[in-house]
Nanobody, 128 residues
């Protein structure tokens, strides 16, 4: 079992930046693919970014490509999402998630059912 806790959300003006963090505990998450997802009111949960176990491979949704950066520190059991040039449409609850199905994988997945472990989420609100 892996427990995930997100932090770093808040209210920011359009064009601003936030850095989300996800702390993992229980079992080391270094073998797992990790992802960030978000869910806006009335919408389905959607993929934002994912990173392979070593941090060398990352993948982004088209809507955030060039603005968001996912990274991880396996020694600290931490996952990050740097969000720059934020837009009002980025407003959502952001979740980190772990995919334990394949260890030390270089293949990242974008679908929520792939991920077994989820945090409680952190709210990001971008004002126009």
């Amino acid at each position: 079992q892996v427990q995930l806790v997100e932090s770093g959300g808040g209210l920011v003006q359009a064009g601003g930046s936030l850095r989300l963090s996800c702390a993992a505990s229980g079992r080391t998450f270094s073998p797992y693919v990790m992802g960030w997802f978000r869910q806006a009111p009335g919408k389905e949960r959607e993929f934002v970014a994912a990173i392979n176990w070593s941090g060398r491979i990352s993948y982004y949704a088209d809507s955030v490509k060039g603005r968001f950066t996912i990274s991880r520190d396996n020694a600290k059991n931490m996952l990050y999402l740097q969000m720059n040039n934020l837009k009002p449409e980025d407003t959502a609850v952001y979740y980190c998630a772990a995919d334990p199905k394949t260890l030390f994988s270089d293949t990242v997945y974008t679908t929520p059912p792939r991920y077994d472990y989820w945090g409680q989420g952190t709210q990001v609100t971008v004002s126009s």
